[in-house]
């Protein structure tokens, strides 16, 4: 081995990346850098080390890019998000039930225009970008071509996104409603033009169980038979009013995850948002059939929607990441969701510890969305989406961080501080595609 071939570049600065579950494993999946070295060739991650140890190593004409002073971690994946619902950020007052009605369905009719589609899709990206976002799950709304406009837009940047068009039937405005064939037949045509075309994955996308009848769930569970490998997105047990109406509306059955359990769509690959009103055998269920869990604090909070149980969920083995859930959430940034992730935990005498926040929206997200073979960390072969955190952004990070004694607190000080002013710069396959 003479080193990656020429052609690549490396980047230098204080790198943190996991392996594994530091809450689970320990030390031993972390893997800290302060003056490190992260390889990139052909958009992907050749090598990742102590500076001192692979800078000799480097095949010569490499470029070497100097962020030291600065962090480098893999791209945040956020595992629950509406591209559809950025115009409706802070919007005052309600709670879920209310909320949808009042702001959501409204917001979403305008998504049947393609145009308006590009351009909020446009947007959505660009500030996930600014905030150091690279990979998310992503609602579109009811209308095929609202997919089509974020996987065009997603694409043109070559980003490693899922998305899929909602599955609505019932319980909505007559102007969002689709049918369980057309749901069906929609969905069908979009994975066959989106899933797997350049670094997308569709997620199928049934809204939450009130608002699709069990012809259009059942249809939701073939979609995911057909088509390996293809996601899936909802909701479930966000908020109490919620809950007490999927009981009425499926009497048969035993919890409100049963309900999705029942059309097979507990898997891995499966993100559910919020899981709060969960009971230990729903957490055991999720763990056993690997479908994963998004705590969405920002929007729990807003919304009054209740306190997400980290420990709980560890405890039944559950897979976790974290989701910003704008427009509920309140923020692009899963800096500032990991902030709000600490208090709710705190709020349960629980902690999270820095490490652990940065596995969760690194690996932890990745693993979430399966798509862990591809992205999440810095292991050789990795696609090369990167995160430059400047730790003194501001006066006050400048300050707080000189003043911090070890690693473990300056981390944390970048947690619970920082926002998209703390993003220096993010890249792409290897490519800047955002800098301060
Ligand atoms: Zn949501």
Not at 9 to 23: K, M, N, Q, S, V
Request: glycine share 10%; net charge negative.
């Amino acid at each position: 081995m003479t080193g990656p071939a020429t052609g690549a570049t490396a980047f230098r600065g204080e790198i943190l990346h996991f392996t594994g579950d530091p809450a689970l494993e320990g030390p031993a999946a972390v893997h800290h850098h302060e003056d490190g070295l992260l390889v990139v060739s052909n958009g992907r991650v050749a090598d990742c080390g102590d500076a001192q140890a692979l800078l000799p190593t480097l095949a010569e004409g490499t470029a070497v890019v100097d962020h030291r002073g600065k962090w480098i971690l893999p791209g945040f994946v956020d595992t629950h998000v509406h591209y559809s619902q950025t115009d409706i950020i802070a919007s005052y007052g309600e709670q879920l039930l209310d909320w949808l009605e009042r702001f959501t369905f409204p917001a979403e009719r305008s998504f049947a225009d393609p145009q308006h589609a590009r351009e909020v899709a446009d947007f959505f990206l660009a500030e996930a970008l600014k905030n150091g976002t690279t990979t998310a799950a992503v609602f579109a709304t009811v209308h095929p071509e609202s997919v089509d406009a974020f996987f065009a837009a997603a694409s043109a940047r070559n980003l490693r996104m899922a998305a899929g068009k909602v599955l609505m039937d019932r319980n909505c405005p007559e102007f969002l409603r689709d049918t369980p064939e057309s749901g069906y037949e929609d969905s069908k045509a979009l994975i066959a033009r989106w899933h797997g075309t350049g670094r997308l994955s569709y997620a199928v996308t049934p809204r939450f169980a009130p608002t699709s009848s069990e012809r259009q769930l059942e249809l939701a569970g073939r979609l995911l038979d057909d088509h390996p490998g293809v996601l899936l997105q909802s909701h479930v047990a966000e908020n109490v009013g919620e809950v007490q109406w999927v009981a009425e509306l499926f009497p048969w059955a035993r919890s409100y995850l049963d309900v999705y359990d029942r059309y097979g769509m507990l898997r891995r690959g499966a993100v559910f948002a919020h899981c709060i009103h969960l009971d230990d055998a729903n957490r055991r269920r999720m763990a056993a059939t690997g479908a994963a869990m998004s705590f969405c604090a920002t929007s729990n909070l807003f919304l009054g929607s209740g306190l997400f149980d980290l420990e709980a969920a560890r405890g039944a083995g559950a897979v976790v990441g974290i989701g910003t859930d704008v427009g509920g959430g309140t923020a692009f940034s899963l800096l500032r969701t990991l902030n709000e992730s600490y208090k709710v935990l705190q709020m349960r005498g629980q902690r999270l510890p820095a490490v652990e926040g940065f596995y969760l929206i690194t690996l932890g997200g990745a693993r979430a969305l399966a798509l862990d073979a591809h992205i999440g960390n810095f292991e050789r072969g990795k696609e090369a989406d990167f995160v430059v955190l400047d730790p003194a952004s501001t006066p006050l990070r400048a300050r707080r961080s000189r003043l911090a004694q070890d690693c473990d607190e300056r981390l944390f000080m970048l947690m619970m501080l920082g926002d998209d002013r703390a993003v220096h710069a993010t890249y792409v396959m290897g490519e800047p595609i955002y800098r301060a």
